[in-house]
Antibody
Framework: QVQLQESGPGLVKPSETLSLTCTVS????????WSWIRQPPGKGLEWIGY???????NYSPSLQSRVTISVDTSKNQFSLKLSSVTAADTAVYYC?????????????WGQGTLVTVSS | EIVLTQSPATLSLSPGERATLSCRAS??????LAWYQQKPGQAPRLLIY???NRATGIPARFSGSGSGTDFTLTISSLESEDFAVYYC?????????FGQGTKVEIK
């Protein structure tokens, strides 16, 4: 059974860079797409972007100028960096797997990690 | 960006009743619609993908229908564990988007 686990600071100061890592266990990263989604407290879900195992990326237009997603298949990890954060970036951040046969569908999710932007 | 509008916002039902949830897209998305269930403090769980295909391990009481712009998730007979928030999501056009959610609560 594939498992995904997010890790990183739970508190980030305004204007700084949010950095999270997702560690994948129980399955290979090859041939899959990997994604970050976020959910502000009490609100709905928002796609941040996704990366193919070979490093090809696609970012949400609303966040594109501030987002970088990278992958390290040797460590079974992929990462998110979001720069110049504000309070509006406070959310639970989920990492997720997208099967190649149905790109855009999430079959496995991490448990999520709350990141608060505050001084 | 494709906007998904879910209705109703809240559905109050009793166990054993039938639940019908709606999702409308701002433009045609063919059958590229999924449904997820989310319980408090948990990540969402995939229920239905591409309009009507049940995900692995999902009970038969969950069914999806629709194409184009109008979609429905039906729970034929609500079990206690089904009370949760349900989100629709399209994968027709990037950025993929979610609806705002329908909360199914116990009446």
């Amino acid at each position: 059974q594939v498992q995904l686990q997010e890790s990183g600071p739970g508190l980030v100061k305004p204007s700084e860079t949010l950095s999270l890592t997702c560690t994948v266990s129980g399955g290979a990263m090859r041939s899959y797409y990997w994604s970050w989604i976020r959910q502000p407290p009490g609100k709905g879900l928002e796609w941040i972007g996704y990366i193919y195992y070979n490093g090809n990326t696609n970012y949400s237009p609303s966040l594109q100028s501030r987002v970088t997603i990278s992958v390290d298949t040797s460590k079974n990890q992929f990462s998110l960096k979001l720069s110049s954060v504000t309070a509006a970036d406070t959310a639970v951040y989920y990492c997720a797997r997208l099967p190649p046969s149905t790109v855009g569908i999430i079959d496995f999710w991490g448990q999520g990690t709350l990141v608060t932007v505050s001084s | 960006e494709i906007v998904l509008t879910q209705s109703p916002a809240t559905l109050s039902l009793s166990p054993g009743e039938r639940a019908t949830l709606s999702c409308r897209a701002s433009q045609s998305i063919s059958s590229y619609l999924a449904w997820y269930q989310q319980k408090p403090g948990q990540a969402p769980r995939l229920l239905i993908y591409d309009g009507s295909n049940r995900a692995t391990g999902i009970p038969a009481r969950f069914s999806g229908s629709g194409s184009g712009t109008d979609f429905t998730l039906t729970i034929s007979s609500l079990e206690s564990e089904d009370f949760a928030v349900y989100y629709c999501q399209q994968r027709s056009n990037w950025p993929w988007t979610f609806g705002q959610g329908t909360k199914v609560e116990i009446k």
